[in-house]
């Protein structure tokens, strides 16, 4: 069955990065985009990004531009974001989804929580 | 960038009953490259309808969608127990994607 296992939850303090990896299994990795939504608190979903992990091409929000990179071990069927300047406003649950049928979401990671604190 | 607005941000509902959930976009989505997520606490979101009136595998016939260019609805005939949590309303266009606000069904 399709699973996407992700990273645990981090605390980073303002100014720092954090790289949350994404593993997948049950399906072919390199068939299929994967995108990246966020979740702050109480709040609704966000689209970072997606990266095609058979070219390793990316799209990312224009919020995003600069300060996220999607990239991807074929080797290990694993995506990863890593977020770079951090403050407070990036608390948030960050979800790995993969793209179905071009335009959808089907499965989705748990979603680690990464605090942003000082 | 199309903007998707979820209205109402709340409707409490008793089971049994009827909810009506709207997106509206700020631009037409084009092919209807619409779809709605079921989010329950501390879960990620489930994929219910997509191309605006398509059930996702394994979801009740109960949930319907429908709608095209700028105004799209979520309707779930009768409300069960466990159909109470946050709806959001997704569009792609031009290599984007967005998500609405989202609408919370509380029981009533």
């Known amino acids: 069955q399709v699973q996407l296992m992700q990273s645990g939850a981090e605390v980073k303090k303002p100014g720092a990065s954090v790289k949350v990896s994404c593993r997948a299994s049950?399906?072919?990795?390199?068939?299929?985009?994967m995108h990246w939504v966020r979740q702050a608190p109480g709040q609704g979903l966000e689209w970072m990004g997606r990266?095609?992990?058979?070219?390793?091409?990316?799209n990312y929000a224009q919020k995003f531009l600069g300060r996220v990179t999607l990239t991807r071990d074929t080797s290990i069927s694993t995506a990863y974001m890593e977020l770079t300047s951090l403050t407070s406003d990036d608390t948030a649950v960050y979800y790995c989804?993969?793209?179905?049928?071009?335009?959808?979401?089907?499965?989705w990671g748990q979603g680690p929580l990464v605090t942003v604190s000082s | 960038e199309i903007v998707l607005t979820q209205s109402p941000g709340t409707l409490s509902l008793s089971p049994g009953e009827r909810a009506t959930l709207s997106c509206r976009a700020s631009q037409s989505v084009s092919n209807n490259y619409l779809a709605w997520y079921q989010q329950k606490p501390g879960q990620a979101p489930r994929l219910l309808i997509y191309?605006?009136?398509s059930r996702a595998t394994g979801i009740p016939d109960r949930f319907s969608g429908s709608g095209s260019g700028t105004d799209f609805t979520l309707t779930i005939s009768r409300l069960e127990p466990e159909d109470f949590a946050v709806y959001y309303c997704?569009?792609?266009?031009?290599?984007?994607?967005?998500f609405g606000q989202g609408t919370k069904v509380e029981i009533k």
């Open positions: 989804a993969r793209e179905w049928n071009y335009h959808y979401f089907d499965y």
């Open positions: 997704q569009q792609y266009s031009n290599s984007l994607w967005t």
């Open positions: 990266i095609n992990p058979n070219s390793g091409d990316t």
């Open positions: 049950g399906y072919t990795f390199t068939g299929y985009y």
């Open positions: 191309g605006a009136s």
